[in-house]
Nanobody, 117 residues
C-alpha cells in the first residue's frame, strides 16, 4: 500500500500564490502523480498530472498559471499556483499511481485551498 500526504494549502488573497507539496511512500514503483480538486457541491476534477519521466498535463483552466513538477527520487510532486482566483477554492487531492504490473492508485486526504479577500 502507498501512503500519500499533501501539504501547503491555506488561505490566500486573490492574485496570490501557493505551493502544494505531496509525498508518496510505500512503493518503489511510483508512476504518474497528479493533483485533483473538489469544490463544494462539485465533482472531483483533474488539475494537473505528471508522468514519471516528467511529462506534464494540465486542465485548460489552469494552463499558464499552475505548474506541476516532481522529484521522482523522493516520490514527491509539487503544484505551484500563481494568480489565484476565488473560483479555484477547493480541497486539493494528490494521487499517486503505482505497481510493477497492475496499476493501483492511492489518494491523500486533501488540503484546503481558499482564495478570498
Amino acid at each position: 500500500q502507498v501512503h500519500v500526504v499533501e501539504s501547503g494549502g491555506g488561505l490566500v488573497q486573490p492574485g496570490g500564490s501557493l505551493r502544494l507539496s505531496c509525498s508518496a511512500s510505500g512503493s518503489p514503483t511510483i508512476k504518474a502523480m497528479g493533483w485533483y480538486r473538489q469544490a463544494p457541491g462539485k465533482e472531483r476534477e483533474l488539475v494537473a498530472t505528471i508522468a514519471r519521466d516528467g511529462d506534464p498535463d494540465y486542465a485548460d483552466s489552469v494552463k499558464g498559471r499552475f505548474t506541476i513538477s516532481r522529484d521522482s527520487a523522493k516520490n514527491a510532486v509539487y503544484l505551484q499556483m500563481n494568480g489565484l482566483k476565488p473560483e479555484v477554492t477547493a480541497v486539493y487531492f494528490c494521487k499517486a499511481e503505482w505497481g510493477a504490473g497492475t496499476c493501483f492508485a492511492s489518494w491523500g486526504q486533501g488540503t484546503q485551498v481558499t482564495v478570498s479577500s
